[in-house]
Every structure is written in structure tokens, then in C-alpha cells.
């Protein structure tokens, strides 16, 4: 399968078993448009015809002996790949990574909340020290003889429980050298409850940091009030400031924002967020389902990879300057990382990443608490659907709607199970929309490269 598409100005082909992308000129672009697998050593003749119009036959032959090359080298129509349905493992497959929601409880009330508004309709909790040591010895039991582990602190809003954070980041260090274990601690917070304590123990203990701010004053104030319905800009922004200035460089951190149909112009946020001191981003677009301020639509869609493209000249615009920055959604591993089976499957939901609630129930990940059909067990109770997660571990591009057909699959491995679920009511039916969001990013990701690569 070949992806063609010229983005500003640029012609680009991508082949999407092997991942190569080429930069191509104007007829090398043309020709490969009209040809389709297999190629022979000779171009054939209805390429001639087609493009007699515009180009001599020396130069679209001269064209069809590099697309030839590339064929050859398993670089341009590379054949799909045929191999296992990325089943494996399946019972028993090793936890790496744990959500602790040690609040179903938050201190604001966003008008998109997943969460709905914070306790995932489960009512409002704080998860006990008990509770939380449960989980360690869980995740240590279930992540075999992986050494990595990564734990997120999670909510609602986790500093409301900053009591059990530390006791937790205390008790899992304790098992490091005994078990052989690594733990990387990360906390997602509103920033409300950000002082000079707390931050300056999650810029020693969490190796990564997640702060939500959604840009411009006017924007963030609209939909991340306070329980009063406050605005929050003021009040968190300082806070945020403080924390980025004394985090160690080698930790991670990023400011997170999500845009819905409020603010489809988000590069603006984006400028906005730069002005204040913030080159660590993330603009993600909300997640819902049917009418309202909120939820984005095709409508949307012109304006919002209108957007992607501005911030394409945004990034290229501050780079070597003291205003470069990172954007979490244009950071693509280009050279298929990971091995063919990983990127089948994508995200590891519900049997190799687990979320735990602060009444010990345990769900495939974040967003499917309080989906009851849903629960994988639960810590009281020392059960696990083993069932369950074969079926999460089973979903893959080839189970999943349409994928197989699409030339970015092996960039998200199928996308986001609950996001399908939210919007279709299937966690294996894509959602068509962020499918959409997903290739124009991805072919942004591309495009910079090849700035980059032109100089």
C-alpha cells in the first residue's frame, strides 16, 4: 500500500509495510499515482500514454527506474504483512503499567469531563493507603520478570490525595532493589493545589509530570471553572510556571490542553502557552459524543487541518530559537520502532496496562472506569478476568473495522479502544473522526521530517 500527498509543496510518497517515505519530484510523483504492484524491470506502456501530455518517454523512464529501485529494494509496494494476528501473549501477559486513581474526587468542573466531573459516576472517593499497597504487590506479582514499571497517579484530581501518593511512591521504592524493579512514577494534575511542598516532591519523585492548562485566558476560563465556576487561569498558570522552572531537565513533563469545538483555532493556545514560558506541549481534541458546544464534527475538520498545518509552520518557525518547542502529537517514530506485532496492537488496554479505582476494582484503563461490563476484577476480592483481557489483547488492526485498508495503521495500531466505545458504542468500530485527526497528524509528523531532512 502507497500513501501519496504534497504538503506544501512538498511530494510525498509513503509506503506503509515498510514504513519508507520518500521525497519525490514532480513527475516521480505523477508516475507513481498511475503504477500498481507488481513492477517489472520495463515501465509499462499505459504509463507512457497517460503522462504523454506533460512528459517526454526518456524522462518517465528515466522516472520508472528509480520507483523500480525502491520496489526492488522492499521500499515502495512492499507486500502486507502476513504474519501472526498479534494474539500473543495472552493469559498471564505481563502488567507493565498501572493507573492509580487515588481521587474519584476533583476540585473543578470542565464542561468536556470524561470523568464526569471527576468520579466517573461512581461517586466520590479517595483511594486509601490500603488500597493503593494492594496494587504495587498486584502489579508486582502480575509483571513477571519485566523490571520496568510505570505507575500514574491519576483522577479526578490525585493531589486531593497526596497523603496515599507518597506513601505509595515510598512503599513501591522499597521493592525496587528486592524484586528487581524500576518504577517511573507520573502524576496528571489541574494544578489548583500546586505549593511549594508538593511540587517540589513530584519534581524529586515522578519522573514525569502531565498539568492541564487548555491555552488562552478566555478559552481555559470558559471550560476549566472551579466548583464555585470560577475561572482557573490565574490561579493555576503560576503554579505550572514554579514547577517547569525547577523541574530537572532530564524529567519529563508536559502541559496538556484539549480543544473541542469552543477553540478549533488551537494554535493560538498553542502561542499561547509558548508565551508563558511552556515549550514541553499537547493539544489534544475532545473525545464526545453527540451535539453540543463541545463535541467536534466533520464540519470541524477543514478548519482543524488548517490548524495542524499552521503549527507545522509554528514549530519550524521557533526552532534554534529560545522559543523551540515539542508538540506531543508530532513526535511519530518514523522508523517503525517498535516490532511489527507492537505496532499491530498499539495500545496495551485492559493486559499489559490496568487502571484501579479507589475501591480496588480494576478496569482495562483510565477511561472504562465505571463501565461495569467492563471491571477485570478486583483487588478485594483477588479476581481477574483473564477472559477479558485475552479479548483486549486479541484487538488488533486486523480485528478492527477498516484498518487494515488504512496507510497510517502501523502509527497508531488502531487507535484508542474507549474512544471507540464513547462514540460508537464499539470498542473494535474506529472512530472515524480521530481516525481522520490521526492521519492528518501523521502526515504533518512527515512532512516536518522532510523539512528537516531538505534543510
Not at 470523568?115 to 506479582?141: H, L, P, Q, S, Y
Request: charged share 30%; with cysteine; proline share 4%.
Amino acid at each position: 500500500m502507497v500513501h501519496q500527498f504534497c504538503f506544501k509543496g512538498i511530494n510525498i510518497i509513503v509506503d506503509t509495510e515498510s514504513g519508507a517515505v520518500h521525497i519525490a519530484d514532480e513527475i516521480t510523483y505523477d508516475l507513481c499515482e498511475i503504477l500498481t504492484p507488481p513492477l517489472f524491470e520495463a515501465c509499462p506502456e499505459h504509463a507512457y500514454k497517460a503522462l504523454s501530455e506533460k512528459y517526454g518517454r526518456y524522462e518517465v523512464t528515466d522516472a520508472y527506474g528509480e520507483l523500480y529501485s525502491l520496489y526492488k529494494a522492499g521500499e515502495l509496494f512492499s507486500e502486507e504483512y502476513k504474519g501472526p494476528d498479534s494474539k500473543i501473549p495472552l493469559t498471564g501477559a505481563p502488567i507493565k503499567a498501572l493507573c492509580l486513581h487515588v481521587s474519584h474526587d476533583c476540585n473543578m468542573r470542565c464542561g468536556y469531563c470524561f470523568a464526569k466531573t471527576g468520579d466517573f459516576g461512581t461517586g466520590r472517593n479517595i483511594m486509601d493507603f490500603e488500597t493503593a499497597k494492594r496494587a504495587i504487590d498486584f502489579v508486582i506479582e502480575r509483571s513477571g520478570k519485566r523490571r520496568n514499571i510505570e505507575i500514574d497517579f491519576f483522577g479526578g484530581e490525585p493531589l486531593m490525595a497526596f497523603d496515599t501518593v507518597k506513601k505509595t511512591v515510598e512503599y513501591a521504592r522499597g521493592f525496587e532493589k528486592k524484586c528487581d524493579k524500576v518504577f517511573r512514577f507520573t502524576i496528571t494534575t489541574n494544578g489548583l493545589l500546586l505549593d511549594e511542598e508538593n511540587t517540589d516532591y513530584i519534581n524529586r519523585e515522578m519522573s514525569n509530570v502531565v498539568l492541564s492548562l487548555d491555552g488562552r485566558r478566555e478559552i481555559n476560563d470558559k471550560i476549566r471553572k472551579t466548583v464555585n465556576g470560577e475561572g482557573t487561569f490565574d490561579a493555576i498558570v503560576p503554579k505550572m510556571q514554579r514547577l517547569v522552572k525547577l523541574r530537572n531537565k532530564n524529567k519529563d513533563h508536559y502541559i496538556r490542553g484539549t480543544f473541542t469545538k469552543e477553540n478549533v483555532d488551537f494554535c493560538s493556545d498553542i502561542e499561547e502557552m509558548l508565551s508563558l514560558g511552556f515549550r514541553n506541549l499537547s493539544m489534544e481534541p475532545v473525545v464526545l459524543k453527540g451535539k453540543g458546544p463541545y463535541p467536534l464534527s466533520e464540519a470541524e475538520l477543514p478548519r482543524i487541518y488548517e490548524e495542524y498545518e499552521r503549527l507545522c509552520d509554528l514549530l519550524l518557525s521557533k526552532e534554534n530559537t529560545d522559543q523551540e518547542f515539542l508538540f506531543f502529537h508530532f513526535m511519530i517514530d518514523l522508523d517503525q520502532g517498535p516490532c511489527i506485532l507492537k505496532r499491530m496492537r498499539g495500545c496495551g488496554a485492559g493486559f499489559e496496562y490496568v487502571a484501579v479505582t479507589p475501591e480496588g476494582d480494576i478496569y482495562p484503563c483510565h477511561q472504562f472506569v465505571g463501565h461495569q461490563e467492563y471491571k477485570l476484577g478486583n483487588l478485594y476480592q483477588n479476581t481477574f478476568d483473564f477472559a477479558l483481557s485475552d479479548t483486549f489483547a486479541g484487538i488488533n488492526l486486523k480485528t478492527r473495522s477498516g484498518c487494515s485498508e488504512c496507510w497510517a495503521k502501523y502509527y497508531c495500531g488502531g487507535g484508542c479502544s474507549a474512544s471507540n466505545l464513547t462514540v460508537n458504542g464499539d470498542t473494535a468500530k474506529p472512530y472515524e473522526l480521530g481516525c481522520k485527526l490521526e492521519r492528518k497528524r501523521v502526515e504533518c509528523a512527515i512532512y516536518l521530517k522532510a523539512r528537516r531532512m531538505m534543510g
